[in-house]
């Protein structure tokens, strides 16, 4: 196996020469015997141990046999001890997920902290086996299909070729100890459930079972990266980015004959769950959204904008002194004293500086709220009729900032000024007024 091993690497992973590894070892045979491999090949590498306190005395002496090892073999080793149990309450998860969320964001601030290059995980083949026929019965696309990824950003899992047969072998060869995990052969977890009753069979109808899984799950593993090709050329064709925002083009996207499984393409790494919701927006009414934890959705007439969520501002009003030039927040604006005028862009305006009223005040729109537009000879007009002719999406009138003097509109910032304000022949001070 070491042969073998050592061939993978320098196939898959030859950038790893060189660099300092991390390596995730419990105590088990197969983090034991990763361990055991690389310091075959003399890599330059350090243990990472968690204890995450859920088996008693068990916990610690798995700890306590690690530490032991890595002091007799001279290997640097880095422990940590979780309150998993309090964790998982806390933030309402159960115990595997937070034992998981814990490691890995210790993982990844030692990385910083001792300025490592990649954790190496012992993963194998038949881990992925399970992972699948788990995916498989909670139903799932071809992501889960395709199994534990052998990379994911700076983690690597370079024993997931090999079996778990293999690797007890070559234990046993080479008289490497470990610890079992008692939680291990409990049927509670529907994991080992999968592992002790599931899998003898489909390996005693198939001896080759393993394999053959491997060899499908390798040419599924194309399909998906073929579909992802494909996903890219066609967002291409109907997507536009626009600053934070991403425009689908419902007219384009329609003509697909598959659609939805474009949109789940696109859209599954901004944490959507209601994809029947999604679906429908498509043929939706205008103004109807779907939400994820951080992103929205939003049918605006022939396009889905997809956005993430604003944060609301504790304040619903800032004001602006007289005396202020530059304005940082909510939003950035510069005002300055000039003797000409350019209107040549929605984002300035110019205005007679002895109308002002100070301190001006920033604030979002209300229902209700009217104005004079710009070279309308002191019509009213409601704001919102306003963004109904402009076409804006909710996003848009939701982001949407009025400047105004006293009670009295001065500008819907970036669309449109105000007919009270504008520069006469007799103006002798003029404002200029900035988004930046």
């Not at 598959?258 to 043929?283: C, H, M, T």
């Not at 007439?301 to 004001?319: H, M």
Request: overall charge negative; glycine content about 4%.
């Amino acid at each position: 196996m070491l042969s073998n091993f050592k061939n993978h690497i320098s196939a898959r992973f030859p950038f790893l020469e060189n660099k300092k590894l991390f390596l995730a070892v419990s105590g088990g045979l197969d983090s034991m015997v990763l361990l055991h491999l690389f310091q075959q090949l003399e890599y330059e590498i350090a243990v990472l141990h968690c204890n995450f306190q859920l088996r008693g005395l068990e916990s610690f002496g798995d700890e306590d046999f690690i530490r032991n090892y890595c002091e007799g073999n001279n290997v640097s080793i880095f422990t940590t001890r979780f309150d998993t149990e309090a964790f998982a309450k806390d933030y309402k998860l159960s115990t595997q997920i937070a034992a998981r969320e814990l490691r890995y964001n210790w993982f990844y601030e030692l990385l910083e902290i001792h300025k490592f290059d990649y954790i190496l995980t012992a993963h194998h083949a038949d881990d992925n086996l399970e992972t699948f026929i788990i995916n498989l019965s909670r139903g799932t696309g071809l992501d889960g299909l395709v199994g534990i990824p052998e990379q994911n950003d700076r983690i690597i899992r370079p024993l997931l070729p090999f079996s778990r047969q293999e690797i007890l072998n070559y234990a046993k060869d080479n008289s490497i100890e470990w610890r079992e995990d008692s939680s291990n052969s409990s049927n509670k977890y529907l994991r080992n459930k999968i592992r002790h009753d599931l899998v003898p069979v489909l390996k005693e109808i198939n001896p080759n079972f393993l394999n053959a899984f491997q060899k499908t799950q390798s040419y599924l593993q194309e399909s998906n990266e073929m579909a992802e090709d494909a996903s890219i050329m066609i967002y291409q064709q109907v997507a536009k980015e626009k600053g934070e925002e991403i425009h689908f083009d419902l007219n384009q996207l329609k003509k697909l004959p598959n659609y939805r499984s474009y949109l789940y393409q696109w859209l599954k790494e901004f944490g959507f769950l209601a994809w029947n919701d999604i679906y429908d927006l498509v043929d939706g009414q205008s103004g109807k959204q779907v939400f994820s934890a951080e992103f929205r959705l939003l049918k605006n007439r022939d396009t889905l904008i997809l956005s993430p969520i604003a944060e609301t501002p504790e304040k619903e009003e800032f004001e602006i002194n007289e005396n202020d030039q530059d304005v940082n927040f909510p939003l950035k604006l510069k005002l300055c004293n000039v003797s000409h005028i350019s209107l040549d862009s929605n984002k300035v305006i110019f205005v007679d500086a002895e109308k002002i009223q100070y301190p001006l005040v920033l604030r979002k729109w209300k229902e209700g709220d009217s104005f004079q537009p710009f070279g309308m000879n002191g019509k009213k007009k409601k704001i919102s009729k306003l963004f109904k002719d402009e076409k804006l999406s909710l996003i848009e009138k939701e982001n949407s900032w009025l400047l105004c003097s006293g009670d009295q509109i001065v500008w819907i910032v970036g669309i449109r000024q105000d007919e009270r304000f504008k520069i006469e022949k007799t103006t002798n001070n003029i404002l200029k007024i900035e988004l930046q």
